[in-house]
């Protein structure tokens, strides 16, 4: 009985000897089992067909959409990208189809950003806001963020 | 009304007397709530529990509705051999907001006492009889006068109560 | 009854409340190796016997009921998720399955979007299950095993990284139907995995029941009796070790679940080793049943979501599901806007502490760790409650200090706690 028992354990050593650890590095896990490459990214919008109707601003969970409008063809939408938890609330309430998820798979790596004050992007610009509006509204918001994190630091210290 | 009372009754193989129920509403199939004044939700508690036999307190929810308290006791019926549930949401109505006061059920149910304790947390009402209407959830420091799920106070009033509590405890250490 | 059975929920801050018997007292948590998850035990022994022991909570207070006040119905299918760590799909199937119902929908959600929400949540109980009974064995100093069980445990997660995009929040569901499809190529992929980890399971079956060294840590440990669990209500798991045949996707279905072929598993002991029985088959049960919901997603058709207005007429609803922790309930109110009036959520774990907790007394110390692993701890589902900002995690960090200084102090000085 014993015998037995140990031919069995010394079988199964020797099996898991040949077929090495299963742990693996997280680099060679990706290439094994690559994450499905539709799901892990950020929103984006297709500015032709976006009428600024604000349903995304509204439906999103976490609040990571802010936008600032006139009218249908001019305003502008931007993101707080470490915010988005990827759950495409707003694709689905899209009513005009005009948000798709990236499925640009680099994409998915550099998301991991830790930057929840700053790591704004515009993601939609039309009209009178395309240009020189957008890019000032998204240095003031990265401004207020560096000014988030300093009252912060000062609370913790 | 009268239909679900009776199909209830069928159920539990119990009579209900006419004036202990306010109402009794069929959600759906095998799903009733029996709604009840305050004055007389012990004794029914005590016909659904000692003559029907229901042991299952799965929870109590307490909610605000116009100017009273409602708590509800989410009791299920066990029928063992059909392996069937009947959930009843049993609704206490009328509380009176000002000084909320209703009977305790730890009589029926063990599981009523943290049940109970959590409503005393959050709402502030009072269980009769209770033998320990202690704190169970909130933190020790917070203000006694403070409940807050009551919707008189919004999110960020209590967002702002708890970093006041929360710079107080860091000063006082 | 009162007397009889008290609440282990009740604890005095002046210690006056320890029994005559004890002639020392354990204190375990918030912060412990032992258990992830902040709760405070106290155990009160007389030489190697517990003579009782009791538990405070509310160390983890989320504040997400009033949380879910303030948003929408729409945004609070992401929140919902969050309310338990592991067992997220659940909780998101009952909360759609309340507003469908509110909203007046549940009719019309297709078999299709019904099959996938079943996918997720069995994949969701299997993942559950086997995380739980890896760390009991670890519990049990069979770690051995408990590596055994994780390794295994990864075919799983791979599958519903596969199907949702992540790993234990599938966050497939949403009010009307589901979010994603599950494509054929997806369940072809996903079919030879379920099949080798039902060997896989089975062999763990074989470990704990025929491995003397760990049949001997469980076997008779911490017995429920059915008559005590009656009164002291437990739910799910710890109720069907105690010969409470109660499954909610038996005795209240919901979803497909009357439609598949299943079986109700329950055992009468009471003890460790039945719980443990009762989780074992049903990933076994699970596993045979994702291996079903496969083949009927063939030929299942249907749209996958139905328009949903975002304002939600009048109305109250209760909802309940078999998590893989026993009995979740949700109770929402509807005001006709497109927030929620009130929302409720009781999650399993806290209904079974106390029956756990009676599972002690007259055991030896050496048995704690399993008979509290045994209803499975999950602590984000016993005060789903929790404080909401960074610089309030400071608070209780500093909270946490004082209170293992004072843990410390009573111990020192053998003196009751606070």
Sequence with gaps: MSKKKLLVMGGEAIKNQVKGPVTLHISERLEKHPPPEDIRTIPRIIEEKCIMCGTCVKVCPTHCLWMEKDDKDNGMIWLLRPQCMWCGHCQTYCPKDAIHIDREPSLSVSLFSFNVRQDYEMICAKGSFKGEKAEKKLAEVIEEGAKTIKEIEEFRS | ?173 | MAEDFRSRFRVLTDGSDAPLGADHHIFVGPQHPWAEEPAHFIIHVKGERVVEANIRIGFNLRGMEKAMEARTWRQNTMLIPRACGICSAVHQNVYVRLVERLAGIEDQISERARLIRMFSCEAERVHSHMLWYGILAHDTGFDTLFHVTWRDREIIMDIVEDISGNRVNPALMLIGGVKRDLPKERADKARPMINDLIKQVEYHKKVFTEEASIVNRLENVGVLTKEDAKKLTPNGPTARGSGLPYDIRKTFPYELYDDIDWNLVYYTEGDVLATTLVRLDETLESLRMLNQILDRLETASGELLQRVKPRISEGKYMTRAEAPRGEDIHYGIANGTDKPERYKIRAPSLGNIDATLKRMDGEYIADMPVILRSYDPCFSCTNRVMIINQSTGEKKIMGQDEFALKAIKAKKYNRPFF
Excluded at chain 2, 37 to 48: H, S, W
Excluded at chain 2, 99 to 120: G, L, Q
């Design chain 2, 1 to 173: 009304m009268s239909d679900a009372l009776s199909e209830l009754e069928n159920i539990l193989n119990i009579t209900i007397p006419k004036d202990f129920v306010e109402e009794v509403v069929k959600v759906e199939e095998g799903h009733f709530d029996i709604i009840s004044p305050f004055e007389k939700a012990y004794a029914l508690m005590k016909i659904l529990h000692d003559d029907a036999g229901i042991y299952h307190l799965t929870t109590i929810s307490a909610y605000e509705k116009d100017d009273s308290f409602n708590v509800c006791y989410h009791i299920q019926h066990r029928i063992e051999e059909e392996v069937k549930e009947i959930p009843i949401n049993f609704i206490i109505t009328k509380i009176d907001k000002d000084n909320p006061k209703t009977p305790s059920m730890i009589d029926f149910f063990v599981a009523a006492d943290y049940y109970e304790r959590e409503c005393y947390d959050f709402y502030g009402i009072y269980f009769n009889d209770h033998p320990f209407m202690e704190r169970l959830i909130l933190p020790e420091k917070w203000p006694d006068d403070v409940r807050p799920m009551k919707k008189e106070y919004s999110w960020e009033q209590i967002r702002e109560i708890t970093l006041n509590l929360a710079k107080q405890i860091s000063e006082d250490d």
